[in-house]
């Protein structure tokens, strides 16, 4: 027992010394400098572009021209074109429907014959008159003298006109003949001749309403379009102005956009109808793929929309069911839309714009995640942070264009958050991780980046 104490003692003695020993002959630890904490961010170089911006917006396609189908006359109809059924092309000039014209041809008939009726009647008046003057001469001639007035007798014609009694005493001693005497308006028979002609225009008035109203019972497509809706069959009886259906023009579609007062100002000559054509393309998807259709401004509202307070600009389309084109490059090993597979551009859809602004010398296009509260952007310089507040021309959903003023010869612009960013404050930029190689096969070897905490 004793014996085993001393051994015990013996061990803690050894170990106690051991560990005396490493303590003391321990290295003393090297001193490095103390590292100043540099914060780590991601940057880009911001791309400068030139040339003529493009205002973007959205708005929804509408007719251009738009009208109700309805009859001018009343009848029952007798022919209606197959093609009158909704969603159908009509070209234009096309018979869209009949109604019948017996009625119609009669009334013609009719008034012809009240035209040629009423012709007689001016005949027999333009007559009536060439004797009535002829004897109111013959009548003056014979009141030259004194002894003519004995062969006048009150019943004469003549004799109405200028009474033998006014006659003579109208004769003065100064040679006056009858001529002188006034005499009555209805005995030359000229208010009878203007009744004959008011009465053959009246009658070619008829005949021209009856004309007019037979050309009608035809009713034509005025212009090529898609039946919208028809309300219509054979057999059935109209009445003037009697909706049954609609269509919409297919020459031209317009797209209402929207856009804010400073969107606007960027279009040139918006306000000055008559200028210089100002283009614009419209974008559609349909089946997976977009497409493309050529526009130009055709007018701007000048009131604001009251429930948005917004501009609202009409692009004009023209062409629009056939004038579609695949809006980007496919990627290699996908068949492209033809022509023959592009789609018409739909009323009602919802579509977006795109119109050519004014031209600028020079622009920058800001990632809108680099874009601080106050217009203000972080900027890389010699390795330090600058603070720049910018003027921005044009924000979308993901970028900002931004005048290029402050931002120096190859601005490179900072993406991370920093907690408290100072001017002049250093840091240090991320180096971008390189990609694998082609043929989608995994890298061997790998850039090293460090990580931005």
Known sequence: MHRQRVIGGLILLAAIAIAALLIFLRPEPAEKPEEENIPLVQAAPLEIRSGNLMVQGSGTVRAREELTLSAEVAGKLVYVNPGLREGQRVSRGAILFRIDTSDYRNAVQTAQADVASQNVALMEAREEVALAKAELERFQQRGASSSAYASVDDSDYAARILPPAEL??????????????????????????????????????????????????????????????????????????????????????????????????????????????????????????????????????????????????????????????????????????????????????????????????????????????????????????????????????????????????????????LKTPTNGQRVRVAEARKEAAANDKPATKKAKADKVP
């Open 168 to 417: 003579a005493k109208s004769r003065g001693t100064n040679g006056q003949t009858a001529s002188a005497a006034q005499t009555n308006g209805l005995a030359t028979r000229e208010p009878q001749l203007q009744s004959a002609r008011a009465g053959l225009r009246r009658a070619k008035a008829q005949l021209a309403d009856a004309q007019t109203a037979l050309k009608r019972t035809t009713v034509r497509a005025p212009f090529s379009g898609v039946v919208r809706s028809e309300d219509i069959a054979v057999g059935s009886y109209v009445a003037p102005g009697q909706s049954l259906g609609s269509m919409v023009g297919t020459a031209d579609f317009e797209a209402v956009i929207p856009l804010s007062e400073r969107e606007a100002a960027l279009i040139p000559a918006l306000w000055r109808p008559g200028s210089s054509r100002i283009e614009a393309s419209v974008f559609s998807d349909y089946g997976g793929t977009r497409y493309r259709w050529q526009a130009f401004v055709d007018r701007a509202n000048s009131v604001l929309n009251p429930q948005t307070r917004t501009i609202d600009v009409f692009l004009r389309i023209p062409n629009p069911l056939r004038g579609a084109a695949p809006a980007a490059i496919q990627k290699e090993g996908q068949k492209s839309a033809g022509a023959s597979e592009a789609p018409p551009l739909f009323v009602g859809s919802f579509v977006d714009a795109e119109i050519t602004g004014r031209a600028l010398d020079q622009y920058a296009v800001l990632p809108l995640a680099a874009l601080r509260p106050g217009n203000q952007i972080w900027l890389v310089q010699e390795g330090k942070l600058r603070i720049v507040n910018v003027d921005i021309i044009q924000r979308t959903d993901t970028q900002a264009l931004v005048s290029t003023a402050g931002l120096g010869a190859k601005p490179v612009v900072i993406l991370s958050a």
